[in-house]
């Protein structure tokens, strides 16, 4: 061996050494796999860190990244993104810079994963991660703690999830998850933590996972689960339990004494509170708000150890809350607003006593200082009846009937005795006290402020509009002529639209729609007081519904809503020069525009829960007699939730907006265009205009000229113009996370709106 060779051998230890101290930790085959994983997620700038094979993959971490080893094998896998979902809507294709590339398959990136034989926790989180999670996953059959929240899964939980019998955490939040969820675990699991929220799974509750007697924390709020839930005591560990936001609609179900935090609002829950509840006594947290529970809530609840938080709210909870209830010296807030409930509060409950919130607009109490929020105690005994008459069972129907005939009898006297005794003075009281209901309390300050418009425009006569109320058929067949066709108005989506008279002397416009079966009376009637409650200077108001027939079974059951009638057409005739007469100069249409995002914020934000889904249109905007603009068809979507019919008879199809309602914001952008450059006629001009608006503020400074429609080119001030240009061109943006909020455009127009008023004598104009 001569002395070259010697060198050699020398040189090729050492870098066999060096390389095998570098990473002491780890088998070179587990370091391949962990490079092959950051180039399947694309080379991700967290993992900049892995460098190359060379890197000690095991000791760089960084706050978003994180590597544990043992005996050469990776056991920990933690790597954070930053791309959340921000989309609404995904259909299981990449979007670019939002999920990984088209390229990105998730066969084999899990065939890669499961290289990681000894993997204990893997948690790749907002990593643009799409498509479904293969069965494969169960591969990793060491796997404790599984995240992969907040990416872009879709299809189903795969089943075999379930013989991974060491899990303890399964997270999989914030995906697109959309089928039913399946038996997955039995009571051999070790499972603690439970998180499916947020994603778009259906069918029913899984009853498979009330054997998993290990779970503490089961997360699967914002999802469509529907029907009924079964008795959760089994679980015995269980501390948190979130469900709100899906479909359930059973009563609420027994829990097991361990549990500290429970929220099931935002469902369809029906029946009492169970008295048990009242002996959980590790309760911390409550939240039943949004349901429709009747009762009495257990009055132990408030005075539970160590009960910090209390939410009953928009429920139809009656009856009334004993004078010396105690409250846990815990209880922070107690919400009980938006129920039926008479009588005066506990003293534990008034805010004189500690640092306690206390919320109980919109029931029947009576006190001194509560007295503007509260409505008349007939409001919450009347719904306490009908609740009752609802109540199934054998002998029940005979009571029934009964109770409905003496429920009725008392209605007829009770109108009887308005009408004649009464008179309008009652009414007009009332109605005052509800305007100043919709105009303080819940609603945002800057709706309190324009508290001097509300009290202007109540001038202009609409203090003759009456309370929102039940109407019999037999009144509106009377208004309409028995719904004769010279009353026949049109139809759109939501229904066949009537004019009509009241007794009253009151111009109506009726409209008639079937019932949507999924809805129980009660929820139906939960929804159309919501709907009744939203009065607003610039909505058409809501005077009354009918419901006939019996709702259930029953495919012909028939809803009338009773509206105020605004009587001078709609904005788009205006628009579109269809209409002989009025023009609208620019600072009228931005007072028109300004007039709806009013109401629009108001509806999104003068409400818990907010209307968001109000299928804004032009021709959905109404003008009063003094010219003053009113929306119509808001709101609709929570009683009709079918929102994909384009082409129904009637509907105006050379507006802008048919393309998509389902935004508020978006479709309002395009009530913008058209009060800029008209009705949009065609395809072809509708192209033309949008391609101009997408060049402003680009080298063709002029090209808006050709789109902005003469009237508005004679008589805006090119400052005004480019404010609303520019803000329509952000309401109008494909992509949903870039629009401004409806504030922000109600601002943008009323800085336009003084920008015009400022340069309107003529001189600046273009
Ligand atoms: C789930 O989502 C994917 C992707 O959007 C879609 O192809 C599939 O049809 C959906 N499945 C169900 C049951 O809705
Ligand atoms: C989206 O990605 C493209 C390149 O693919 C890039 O040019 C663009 O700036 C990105 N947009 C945003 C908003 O990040
Ligand atoms: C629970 O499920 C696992 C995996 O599917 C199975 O191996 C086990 O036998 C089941 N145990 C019981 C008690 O059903
Ligand atoms: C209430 O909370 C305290 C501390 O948070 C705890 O020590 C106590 O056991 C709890 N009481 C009950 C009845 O759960
Ligand atoms: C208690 O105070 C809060 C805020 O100060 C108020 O919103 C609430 O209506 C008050 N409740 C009662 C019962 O006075």
């Given at each position: 061996m001569g002395f070259h060779d010697l060198v050699l051998l020398f040189f090729s230890a050492w870098i066999v050494f060096s390389i095998s101290s570098c990473n002491a930790q780890l088998q070179s085959s587990q370091i391949e796999v962990l490079l092959q994983l950051k180039k399947h997620?694309?080379?991700?700038?967290?993992?900049?860190?892995?460098?190359?094979?060379?890197?000690?993959?095991?000791?760089?971490?960084?706050?978003?990244?994180?590597?544990?080893?043992?005996?050469?094998?990776?056991?920990?896998?933690?790597?954070?993104?930053?791309?959340?979902?921000?989309?609404?809507?995904?259909?299981?294709?990449?979007?670019?810079?939002?999920?990984?590339?088209?390229?990105?398959?998730?066969?084999?990136?899990?065939?890669?994963?499961?290289?990681?034989?000894?993997?204990?926790?893997?948690?790749?989180?907002?990593?643009?991660?799409?498509?479904?999670?293969?069965?494969?996953?169960?591969?990793?059959?060491?796997?404790?703690?599984?995240?992969?929240?907040?990416?872009?899964?879709?299809?189903?939980?795969?089943?075999?999830?379930?013989?991974?019998?060491?899990?303890?955490?399964?997270?999989?939040?914030?995906?697109?998850?959309?089928?039913?969820i399946p038996n997955l675990f039995n009571s051999s699991s070790n499972l603690r933590v439970l998180s499916l929220k947020n994603n778009r799974l259906k069918g029913p509750f899984p009853h498979s996972i009330l054997s998993i007697t290990a779970l503490v924390d089961i997360d699967i709020s914002s999802n469509q689960i529907s029907g009924s839930l079964q008795d959760f005591t089994g679980l015995s560990s269980l501390e948190q339990l979130d469900l709100s936001k899906n479909k359930l609609d059973s009563s609420l179900p027994s829990m097991p004494k361990a549990l500290k935090r429970l929220f099931v609002s935002r469902n369809s829950f029906s029946g009492e509170i169970p008295k048990h509840y009242g002996q959980l006594i590790n309760l911390q947290q409550l939240d039943v708000s949004f349901n429709a529970l009747?009762?009495?809530?257990?009055?132990?609840?408030?005075?539970?150890?160590?009960?910090?938080?209390?939410?009953?709210?928009?429920?139809?909870?009656?009856?009334?809350?004993?004078?010396?209830?105690?409250?846990?010296?815990?209880?922070?807030?107690?919400?009980?607003?938006?129920?039926?409930?008479?009588?005066?509060?506990?003293?534990?409950?008034?805010?004189?006593?500690?640092?306690?919130?206390?919320?109980?607009?919109?029931?029947?109490?009576?006190?001194?200082?509560?007295?503007?929020h509260q409505h008349a105690v007939s409001y919450c005994t009347e719904a306490h009846m009908i609740k009752k008459s609802y109540r199934p069972g054998i002998f029940v129907g005979v009571i029934v009937g009964i109770l409905m005939i003496i429920v009725v009898l008392a209605?007829?006297?009770?109108?009887?005795?308005?009408?004649?005794?009464?008179?309008?003075?009652?009414?007009?009281h009332l109605l005052n006290k509800t305007v100043q209901d919709s105009y303080s309390g819940a609603f945002s300050p800057d709706l309190v402020t324009n508290a001097r418009y509300v009290f202007e425009t109540a001038k202009l006569g609409r203090e003759d509009l009456p309370m929102c109320r039940t109407y019999s058929l037999e009144e509106l067949k009377e208004a309409t002529n028995d719904f004769d066709n010279s009353t026949f108005m049109g139809e759109n989506l939501?229904?066949?639209?009537?004019?009509?008279?009241?007794?009253?002397?009151?111009?109506?416009?009726?409209?008639?729609?079937?019932?949507?079966?999924?809805?129980?009376?009660?929820?139906?009637?939960?929804?159309?007081?919501?709907?009744?409650?939203?009065?607003?200077?610039?909505?058409?108001?809501?005077?009354?519904?009918?419901i006939d027939g019996v709702i259930g079974e029953h495919n012909d059951t028939k809803v009338y809503l009773v509206y105020e009638s605004v009587s001078n057409g709609s904005f788009q005739t205006y628009l579109s020069?269809?209409?002989?007469?009025?023009?609208?100069?620019?600072?009228?249409?931005?007072?028109?525009?300004?007039?709806?995002?009013?109401?629009?914020?108001?509806?999104?934000?003068?409400?818990?829960?907010?209307?968001?889904?109000?299928?804004?249109?032009?021709?959905?905007?109404?003008?009063?007699?003094?010219?003053?603009?009113?929306?119509?068809?808001?709101?609709?979507?929570?009683?009709?939730?079918?929102?994909?019919?384009?082409?129904?008879?009637?509907?105006?199809?050379?507006?802008?907006?048919?393309?998509?309602?389902?935004?508020?914001?978006?479709?309002?952008?395009?009530?913008?265009?058209?009060?800029?450059?008209?009705?949009?006629?065609?395809?072809?001009?509708?192209?033309?205009?949008?391609?101009?608006?997408?060049?402003?503020n680009s080298q063709h400074q002029d090209s808006w000229k050709e789109i902005v429609d003469p009237v508005v080119q004679a008589t805006c001030s090119r400052e005004s113009l480019f404010i609303v240009i520019s803000i329509t061109n952000k309401c109008i943006s494909p992509e949903s996370w870039s629009r401004p909020s409806i504030e922000d455009v109600l601002w943008n127009l009323q800085y336009a709106s003084q920008v015009q008023a400022t340069t309107a004598d003529g001189d600046q104009r273009t």
């Open positions: 997620l694309e080379y991700p700038k967290q993992l900049e860190i892995w460098k190359d094979r060379w890197t000690d993959l095991c000791s760089v971490s960084s706050t978003l990244v994180d590597v544990s080893c043992k005996d050469n094998f990776v056991t920990e896998l933690i790597i954070l993104g930053d791309k959340q979902t921000k989309v609404r809507d995904f259909d299981g294709f990449a979007i670019p810079n939002q999920t990984l590339s088209q390229s990105f398959s998730m066969d084999s990136f899990v065939a890669t994963l499961a290289r990681l034989t000894n993997l204990r926790v893997l948690s790749l989180v907002s990593l643009g991660i799409w498509g479904p999670l293969p069965d494969s996953i169960h591969r990793l059959f060491a796997l404790e703690h599984l995240d992969l929240s907040s990416n872009y899964l879709y299809g189903s939980i795969p089943p075999k999830i379930s013989t991974m019998a060491k899990l303890k955490t399964l997270r999989l939040g914030d995906n697109f998850f959309n089928e039913t009747t009762g009495t809530a257990p009055a132990e609840l408030f005075a539970l150890p160590n009960i910090t938080y209390l939410n009953l709210a928009s429920n139809v909870f009656s009856g009334s809350l004993q004078n010396h209830q105690k409250c846990s010296s815990q209880l922070r807030f107690v919400d009980i607003s938006y129920n039926r409930l008479v009588g005066g509060l506990p003293y534990c409950m008034s805010n004189k006593s500690e640092n306690r919130v206390i919320k109980c607009d919109g029931n029947c109490l009576s006190g001194n200082e509560l007295q503007l209605l007829c006297i009770v109108v009887v005795w308005k009408r004649y005794c009464l008179g309008g003075m009652q009414e007009q939501y229904g066949k639209l009537y004019r009509g008279k009241l007794e009253s002397g009151i111009q109506v416009v009726i409209r008639c729609l079937p019932l949507s079966k999924k809805y129980s009376i009660r929820n139906f009637k939960l929804r159309l007081d919501l709907l009744a409650k939203l009065r607003h200077p610039h909505l058409v108001s809501l005077l009354g519904h009918c020069g269809n209409s002989s007469g009025k023009i609208f100069n620019w600072s009228e249409r931005l007072s028109v525009l300004i007039s709806i995002a009013k109401a629009v914020h108001f509806l999104h934000t003068g409400m818990i829960p907010g209307f968001f889904k109000n299928r804004l249109k032009t021709n959905n905007i109404l003008l009063n007699e003094y010219w003053m603009a009113k929306l119509s068809d808001y709101g609709l979507s929570i009683i009709s939730e079918e929102t994909d019919a384009c082409g129904v008879n009637g509907e105006s199809h050379n507006s802008w907006q048919m393309k998509k309602l389902e935004d508020d914001v978006y479709s309002f952008g395009f009530i913008l265009l058209e009060a800029l450059a008209g009705p949009s006629g065609s395809d072809k001009r509708e192209a033309a205009v949008l391609n101009a608006m997408a060049s402003f």
